[in-house]
């Protein structure tokens, strides 16, 4: 399977989203049979991440690696397949040839998204460069994530009420049940090279796990 998270506008948590995912798989399925790709030509924030964690030696290490430019990028990604049955591909903002190439190919897009103005002026393109990408590759699911909402109870309902309805147009993508919201937790599991599920003691937030784990399992569902 080949799921890729990604989008034009930045700062919608897309690289945390999808390193959390790849870790949490990976303690599903064991070590060896996950493999990330950083195709984020700009930041390559994944793979600072993951540089963080080879530090760490009492966690488990993911399989990460970069990969960028539309050339080869396709048959690359389907050879690396052949050995590890789930990728997780990360594309920055900007990248739109990877972008395009990983969804010619992948099982399940994400494409996390912030309920702001800013971030709905670009939902219109994503929409279509999916419903391009399904003409060819008809399997593609694909998901607009509530993402970086606040946890102000009192705030919660506007941010999401804002986000149903710049995205009530959609075609070609759903909207998640899921959502992720802001919370300090996912800034010290970076810090430590690590995900919310691994953090101990006053870090432990158990109230991200469960919008993660939510997340988690409606994009996999029935594909597990």
């Known amino acids: 399977m080949i ?14 989203t999808i390193f959390t995912l790849t870790q ?15 195709a984020d030509t700009r930041t390559h924030s994944s793979t ?18 970069q990969k960028s430019g539309s050339k080869d990028f396709i048959q690359v990604i389907k050879s690396l397949n052949e050995k590890y049955p789930d990728i997780f ?5 900007g990248n739109e040839a990877e972008l395009k190439a990983a969804l ?18 670009t939902i219109g393109a994503v929409d279509a460069l999916v419903g391009d990408a399904k003409i060819f590759n008809p399997r593609l699911r694909a998901y607009m994530v509530p993402s970086i ?12 009420a804002e986000f149903i309805e710049l995205t009530d147009g959609l075609e070609n993508m759903q909207r998640t049940e899921s959502i992720i919201k802001s919370r300090k937790a996912y800034k010290k599991a970076v810090k ?4 919310i599920f691994e ?3 006053k870090d432990l937030d158990l109230k991200a796990i469960d919008e993660m784990t939510n997340l988690y399992n409606e994009v996999f569902n029935d594909q597990r």
């Open 3 to 16: 799921i890729t998270c990604g989008g034009p506008k930045g700062g919608s948590a897309k690289t945390t």
């Open 24 to 38: 949490k798989r990976q303690s599903d399925k064991g070590l060896g049979k996950v493999l990330l790709i950083d």
């Open 48 to 65: 600072k991440w993951a540089a963080i964690r080879s530090l760490k030696e009492h966690l488990p290490q993911l399989d990460v690696i």
């Open 89 to 93: 591909i990360d594309v920055g903002g």
């Open 104 to 121: 010619a190919i992948s099982d399940i897009f994400i494409n996390p998204l912030q309920p702001s103005q800013m971030d709905a002026f």
């Open 149 to 160: 909402v606040s946890p102000n109870a009192l705030m919660v309902a506007d941010d999401l």
């Open 192 to 195: 430590q090279g690590k995900t």
């Open 199 to 201: 953090l101990e003691g």
